[in-house]
């Protein structure tokens, strides 16, 4: 089994490091690590580092960086605008799409979501899911996970995007006969469990995104960005 890996903010300029907080909560008291374990830690933006379990205490683990590796992002990149859903599924969303590789993830409003964010912490139990995905796939990148959208907002990111797709039960055009940029963004729309309305998939035509589906079948909202991340990704030759 490969080290777990620990997001810190930045990486120490020397060989000792000190977990502390929540991360070193998790590293002492949940995990139990021990002096001679090894862990990798991370700042989420490409920088890790291979450690040494030097102490550890309550709450408190310290570590001797052995070897740093630098991963630069991916390109073209790959952003989904994942329709907001309801209960648990929204959380296994941003889960699973983080465990095969999204590079961001905008939560979009639609007219068919069911569930209306009246403040902040469904978009930071999003940001903590991303965060928990990130360090169990032992990912360099930590996805990013903005602030939610209208439909207007997301029809003008996608009209800045290398390539934008809808994906779409009623297309007849299968998502792996797009042809793919080398640079930019992609993006990809991922409608609510009640899907994309009509009028919302009328703006995103006009912004230039191309509807698009995965295969015969409907997926949930909560497994379709995903597939299409992963789709991508084979396509890419990130996989």
């Known amino acids: 089994m490969s080290p777990p890996l620990f997001l810190v903010d930045e990486l120490p300029p020397g060989d000792v490091l000190r977990l502390d907080g929540p991360e070193g909560h998790h590293a002492a ?36 960086l052995v070897a740093r590796s630098h991963r630069s992002a991916a390109r073209p990149s790959i952003a989904v605008v994942q329709g907001i859903a309801k209960g648990d599924r929204a959380e296994l969303a941003v889960a699973t799409m983080t465990e095969v590789g999204v590079d961001r993830i905008v939560p979009w409003q639609a007219a068919r979501t069911v ?28 996805p990013d996970v903005a602030d939610p959208v209208k439909t207007a907002d997301a029809a ?7 390539v934008a797709l809808v994906l779409h039960e009623e297309s007849d055009r299968p998502l792996s006969t797009v042809d793919l ?36 079948d ?15 990704s084979v396509r890419l030759g990130r996989w």
């Open 218 to 232: 409907v997926l949930r909202t909560s497994t379709a960005g995903a597939a299409a991340v992963a789709a991508l």
């Open 181 to 216: 940029p080398a640079e930019g963004e992609i993006a990809v729309v991922v409608g609510p469990e009640g899907g994309i309305d009509a009028d919302e998939l009328s703006v995103f035509v006009a912004a230039g995104a191309l509807p698009v589906r995965l295969g015969s």
């Open 156 to 162: 003008r990111m996608l009209a800045g995007t290398a």
């Open 115 to 142: 569930v209306r964010w009246k403040d902040d912490r469904p978009l930071q139990r999003w940001r903590a899911t991303a965060r928990e995905a990130t360090k169990q796939s032992r990912r360099a990148w930590l």
């Open 29 to 64: 008291v949940v995990q139990r690590l021990r002096v001679g374990e090894r862990i990798v830690v991370g700042d989420g933006r490409g920088t890790r580092a291979s450690a040494v379990v030097t102490a550890v205490r309550k709450g408190v683990l310290d570590a001797e």
